[in-house]
Antibody, heavy 119, light 109 residues
Framework: EVQLVQSGAEVKKPGESLKISCKGSGYSFTSYWIGWVRQMPGKGLEWMGIIYPSDSDTRYSPSFQGQISISADKSISTAYLQWSSLKASDTAMYYC????????????WGQGTLVTVSS | EIVLTQSPGTLSLSPGERATLSCRASQSVSSSYLAWYQQKPGQAPRLLIYGASSRATGIPDRFSGSGSGTDFILTISRLEPEDFAVYYCQQYGGSPPSTFGGGTKVEIK
C-alpha cells in the first residue's frame, strides 16, 4: 500500500526550532516529488514548497521562501519541513503530498501534523 | 500566479439534491489542468477529479467535473450524507507553485 506517514503533533514556543517528517512507503520514494501544504485553523490549503528526493531539487512558493526549509533523506524515504524560529502564526496543520510532477495533483497525502506555537 | 475563486462559499442543500460548485481562474488554465479535492473535518484532502473531468480511482460516478479555460464546475448529482464536506479546486501544470481555490463548504440544510 502506498502511504505517507507524518510525525506526530508538536507544541512549541515562539522562537523555537522544529523539524517535522513525512515517510513514504509502498513506492519508489525517489521517483516522485513530495510537496508540503499548510492549512491554518479554519482556512484553506496553501502550497509551501516541493522537493524531489532523488536529487534534492527544492522549490519554494514565494510566500514561504526564507521562512522554511525543505529537505529529504532518500536512504530512509523521508522528507522534512523545518523552521529555525517559529512564530505564533505558524500554528497550522501541515500535510505532505506525493506529486508526479512539480506542479501536479496529489493522489496520496499524509495524515497531517498539527503544529501549535504558543507562549 | 493563477488565482482561483470558488463560489459559493457555502452551499446549503439536503441529501438527494444536486450540488453545483464553481471554480473560476484569473487566467486560462492550460490543458484543463484542474483538479478537485474533498476534505472532511480532521482528514487530509482526497482527490476526486483531475484533468478537469477524469474521476480518480474509487470515486463514485455521482461526482463529475467539467469546464475549460477559466471556468470549471464540480457537480454532485445526488448528495449522499458522506458528501457534506469542503471542496477545493487546484490548478496545476504550469510554473510552480500550483494554487488552490479558497474552498466551498457543502453543508446540510
Amino acid at each position: 500500500e502506498v502511504q505517507l506517514v507524518q510525525s506526530g503533533a508538536e507544541v512549541k514556543k515562539p522562537g523555537e526550532s522544529l523539524k517535522i517528517s513525512c515517510k513514504g512507503s509502498g513506492y519508489s520514494f525517489t521517483s516522485y516529488w513530495i510537496g508540503w501544504v499548510r492549512q491554518m485553523p479554519g482556512k484553506g490549503l496553501e502550497w509551501m514548497g516541493i522537493i524531489y528526493p532523488s536529487d534534492s531539487d527544492t522549490r519554494y512558493s514565494p510566500s514561504f521562501q526564507g521562512q522554511i526549509s525543505i529537505s529529504a533523506d532518500k536512504s530512509i524515504s523521508t522528507a522534512y519541513l523545518q523552521w529555525s524560529s517559529l512564530k505564533a502564526s505558524d500554528t497550522a496543520m501541515y500535510y505532505c503530498a506525493r506529486l508526479t510532477v512539480p506542479t501536479g495533483y496529489s493522489r496520496v497525502w499524509g495524515q497531517g501534523t498539527l503544529v501549535t506555537v504558543s507562549s | 500566479e493563477i488565482v482561483l475563486t470558488q463560489s459559493p462559499g457555502t452551499l446549503s442543500l439536503s441529501p438527494g439534491e444536486r450540488a453545483t460548485l464553481s471554480c473560476r481562474a484569473s487566467q486560462s488554465v492550460s490543458s484543463s489542468y484542474l483538479a478537485w479535492y474533498q476534505q472532511k473535518p480532521g482528514q487530509a484532502p482526497r482527490l476526486l477529479i483531475y484533468g478537469a473531468s477524469s474521476r480518480a480511482t474509487g470515486i463514485p460516478d455521482r461526482f463529475s467535473g467539467s469546464g475549460s479555460g477559466t471556468d470549471f464546475i464540480l457537480t454532485i448529482s445526488r448528495l449522499e450524507p458522506e458528501d457534506f464536506a469542503v471542496y477545493y479546486c487546484q490548478q496545476y501544470g504550469g510554473s510552480p507553485p500550483s494554487t488552490f481555490g479558497g474552498g466551498t463548504k457543502v453543508e446540510i440544510k
